[in-house]
C-alpha cells in the first residue's frame, strides 16, 4: 500500500471533535478558512459528474473536483489553529462552541420532548430517534480514543447517519418547520465526514471508493432537504416502453428452496463464467467495464435545460454510485476493506433514485437496471463463494440474493409497465 509522505492523520469527527492524532503528540488538521461564501453563479452542469478516481500502485489517489453542493452555505467553517500547544486549548474550546451552535440536535442541546398530542407512533419513533443520536454521539466518544485507530471503517457512521434521516423524515415529513432545522444539520455533519474522508483517500488511508459512498450519502441528504424546502421536486412523466415477448416460467418449487439459489428470470443479463487463468481479474474487469459502461463510471449523464435542482441532485448522485461501484470493481483494496460492506447499499440506493429519475420512463430506467442485475449477479456469486470458504456468515450470503431478486422484480415492472 502506498505510504503518504508528512502525513498527520486527524479525525474531522461529525459531532465537531478535534482532530485525533497520535498518543504522542496533539493533532491538527489542514487550514480551512474561517468562512465559506456561497459560489456567485451556478456550478457548470459538469461539475456535477467528476471524473473517476484512477488507482495506481505506490501512488496515493487525487481528487481533481470538488462535487458542488445546492446549499454551499449549509458547511462547518471550521476555526484555525496556528500549530502551537499554548493555543491549543482555546483552539477545542471555540471548535466545541461552534458545534454546539452549528448541530444543537444532533448534540442534544435542542432535546427531543414527547408532546401532549403525540400519539403512540410518534413516542415509539421519537424514542428511535432519541437512541440513534445516543449511537451517534457514541460513535464521536469512539473515534476520539486513539485506540481506535486510523482504519475505522466509515460505513457504520454512515448508516447511523442514513437511520436518523429515515426517522426523522417519517416523524416530520409533514411538518417542513420541524424537518428542516434537522436536514440542515445532517447535510452539514454529511458535509464535514465528506471533507475527513477525501483527506484520507489521498493519503491512502481509505480506498477511494469510500470518497464517492460519502458524496452520494450527501446528496441523498440535500435531495430531502431541497423537497423539503422547494415545490419544483417533480418527477418526469412520459409514455412506457412496450412489453417484450414472455419467457418460460422458473418451477414453483424453485423459488423457495432452502440449500439453492432462487433462478433468475432474466438468466441472460449476466457475465460470462470467469476465465480460469485471470489472476488479477484483468479479463474479469474487461468484460464488466463492456458489458456494464454505466457502472463503469461512463455514465452518460447529462444536465439538460429543463432540469430542476432535485433532478440534477439524484443524477450527481446516481453518478456517484456508478464511480463508487467502479472501484469496488478495482479490487486494489480487497484485502484490506470488505466490499460487503457498502455494495448493498450502493444497489439500493442507485435503485432510489432510478425510480425517482425514470421511473415512469421505461426506455431509460431498463439500460441502468439491467447493468445494476449484472452486478447484483456477480456480487451474489462472490459472495456465494466466500460463504462456502466461510469467509462470511450464511446472512450475508442470503443479503446478497435478496438485493439481486429485488433488482429483477424492479426490472421485470419496468419491462411490463402499462
Given at each position: 500500500?502506498?505510504?503518504?509522505?508528512?502525513?498527520?492523520?486527524?479525525?474531522?469527527?461529525?459531532?465537531?471533535?478535534?482532530?485525533?492524532?497520535?498518543?504522542?503528540?496533539?493533532?491538527?488538521?489542514?487550514?480551512?478558512?474561517?468562512?465559506?461564501?456561497?459560489?456567485?453563479?451556478?456550478?457548470?452542469?459538469?461539475?456535477?459528474?467528476?471524473?473517476?478516481?484512477?488507482?495506481?500502485?505506490?501512488?496515493?489517489?487525487?481528487?481533481?473536483?470538488?462535487?458542488?453542493?445546492?446549499?454551499?452555505?449549509?458547511?462547518?467553517?471550521?476555526?484555525?489553529?496556528?500549530?502551537?500547544?499554548?493555543?491549543?486549548?482555546a483552539f477545542q474550546k471555540d471548535l466545541e462552541a461552534l458545534c454546539d451552535r452549528l448541530w444543537p440536535r444532533m448534540r442534544g442541546n435542542i432535546a427531543l420532548k414527547i408532546g401532549?398530542?403525540?400519539?403512540?407512533?410518534?413516542?415509539?419513533?421519537?424514542?428511535?430517534?432519541?437512541?440513534?443520536?445516543?449511537?451517534?454521539?457514541?460513535?464521536?466518544?469512539?473515534?476520539?480514543?486513539?485506540?481506535?485507530?486510523?482504519?475505522?471503517?466509515?460505513?457504520?457512521?454512515?448508516?447511523?447517519?442514513?437511520?436518523?434521516?429515515?426517522?426523522?423524515?417519517?416523524?416530520?415529513?409533514?411538518?417542513?418547520?420541524?424537518?428542516?432545522?434537522?436536514?440542515?444539520?445532517?447535510?452539514?455533519?454529511?458535509?464535514?465526514?465528506?471533507?475527513?474522508?477525501?483527506?484520507?483517500?489521498?493519503?491512502?488511508?481509505?480506498?477511494?471508493?469510500?470518497?464517492?459512498?460519502?458524496?452520494?450519502?450527501?446528496?441523498?441528504?440535500?435531495?430531502?432537504?431541497?423537497?423539503?424546502?422547494?415545490?419544483?421536486?417533480?418527477?418526469?412523466?412520459?409514455?412506457?416502453?412496450?412489453?417484450?415477448?414472455?419467457?418460460?416460467?422458473?418451477?414453483g418449487s424453485e423459488w423457495l428452496a432452502d440449500k439453492k439459489r432462487p433462478p433468475s428470470l432474466f438468466p441472460d443479463i449476466v457475465l460470462p463464467p470467469p476465465e480460469k487463468n485471470?489472476p488479477d481479474w484483468k479479463i474479469r474487469r474487461a468484460q464488466f467495464a463492456k458489458r456494464c459502461p454505466r457502472l463503469n463510471g461512463n455514465t452518460g449523464l447529462k444536465i439538460e435545460?429543463?432540469?430542476?435542482?432535485?433532478?440534477?441532485?439524484?443524477?450527481?448522485?446516481?453518478?456517484?454510485?456508478?464511480?463508487?461501484?467502479?472501484?469496488?470493481?478495482?479490487?486494489?483494496?480487497?484485502?484490506?476493506?470488505?466490499?460487503?460492506?457498502?455494495?448493498?447499499?450502493?444497489?439500493?440506493?442507485?435503485?432510489?433514485?432510478?425510480?425517482?429519475?425514470?421511473?415512469?420512463?421505461?426506455?431509460?430506467?431498463?439500460?441502468?437496471?439491467?447493468?445494476?442485475?449484472?452486478?447484483?449477479?456477480?456480487?451474489?456469486?462472490?459472495?456465494?463463494?466466500?460463504?462456502?470458504?466461510?469467509?462470511?456468515?450464511?446472512?450475508?450470503?442470503?443479503?446478497?440474493?435478496?438485493?439481486?431478486?429485488?433488482?429483477?422484480?424492479?426490472?421485470?415492472?419496468?419491462?411490463?409497465?402499462?
Amino acid at each position: 500500500m502506498p505510504k503518504s509522505t508528512n502525513w498527520v492523520w486527524a479525525t474531522v469527527i461529525g459531532a465537531g471533535s478535534v482532530l485525533a492524532a497520535p498518543p504522542s503528540s496533539k493533532g491538527h488538521d489542514e487550514p480551512l478558512p474561517a468562512t465559506a461564501p456561497a459560489p456567485k453563479e451556478a456550478p457548470p452542469n459538469e461539475a456535477w459528474f467528476p471524473k473517476k478516481i484512477e488507482y495506481q500502485k505506490g501512488k496515493d489517489p487525487v481528487i481533481d473536483s470538488t462535487v458542488p453542493s445546492v446549499f454551499p452555505n449549509l458547511v462547518f467553517a471550521r476555526p484555525t489553529w496556528d500549530g502551537k500547544d499554548e493555543h491549543y486549548d482555546a483552539f477545542q474550546k471555540d471548535l466545541e462552541a461552534l458545534c454546539d451552535r452549528l448541530w444543537p440536535r444532533m448534540r442534544g442541546n435542542i432535546a427531543l420532548k414527547i408532546g401532549t398530542t403525540d400519539n403512540e407512533l410518534q413516542r415509539l419513533l421519537k424514542a428511535q430517534l432519541n437512541q440513534e443520536l445516543l449511537g451517534y454521539r457514541n460513535f464521536i466518544v469512539f473515534e476520539k480514543m486513539d485506540w481506535s485507530g486510523p482504519r475505522l471503517s466509515p460505513v457504520p457512521f454512515f448508516v447511523c447517519l442514513k437511520n436518523i434521516q429515515t426517522t426523522v423524515l417519517e416523524l416530520w415529513t409533514k411538518h417542513p418547520q420541524e424537518l428542516v432545522p434537522w436536514l440542515k444539520e445532517l447535510v452539514t455533519v454529511a458535509k464535514e465526514r465528506e471533507r475527513y474522508i477525501r483527506v484520507r483517500v489521498e493519503a491512502s488511508v481509505f480506498p477511494p471508493q469510500y470518497f464517492h459512498y460519502a458524496v452520494r450519502h450527501r446528496f441523498k441528504t440535500e435531495t430531502e432537504l431541497w423537497k423539503a424546502t422547494s415545490i419544483n421536486a417533480q418527477r418526469d412523466e412520459t409514455r412506457p416502453a412496450p412489453k417484450d415477448a414472455p419467457r418460460a416460467k422458473p418451477a414453483g418449487s424453485e423459488w423457495l428452496a432452502d440449500k439453492k439459489r432462487p433462478p433468475s428470470l432474466f438468466p441472460d443479463i449476466v457475465l460470462p463464467p470467469p476465465e480460469k487463468n485471470d489472476p488479477d481479474w484483468k479479463i474479469r474487469r474487461a468484460q464488466f467495464a463492456k458489458r456494464c459502461p454505466r457502472l463503469n463510471g461512463n455514465t452518460g449523464l447529462k444536465i439538460e435545460d429543463g432540469d430542476s435542482t432535485a433532478q440534477k441532485l439524484l443524477k450527481a448522485r446516481l453518478h456517484q454510485g456508478a464511480l463508487e461501484t467502479h472501484q469496488l470493481w478495482g479490487q486494489f483494496w480487497e484485502g484490506e476493506f470488505r466490499t460487503l460492506d457498502t455494495r448493498p447499499d450502493c444497489l439500493n440506493d442507485m435503485l432510489t433514485v432510478l425510480d425517482e429519475l425514470w421511473g415512469k420512463e421505461p426506455k431509460r430506467l431498463i439500460p441502468w437496471l439491467k447493468e445494476l442485475l449484472v452486478e447484483a449477479k456477480e456480487f451474489e456469486r462472490y459472495a456465494e463463494l466466500r460463504a462456502e470458504a466461510r469467509a462470511i456468515r450464511p446472512s450475508e450470503l442470503n443479503q446478497a440474493t435478496r438485493h439481486r431478486l429485488k433488482i429483477e422484480g424492479e426490472l421485470w415492472k419496468a419491462k411490463n409497465a402499462k
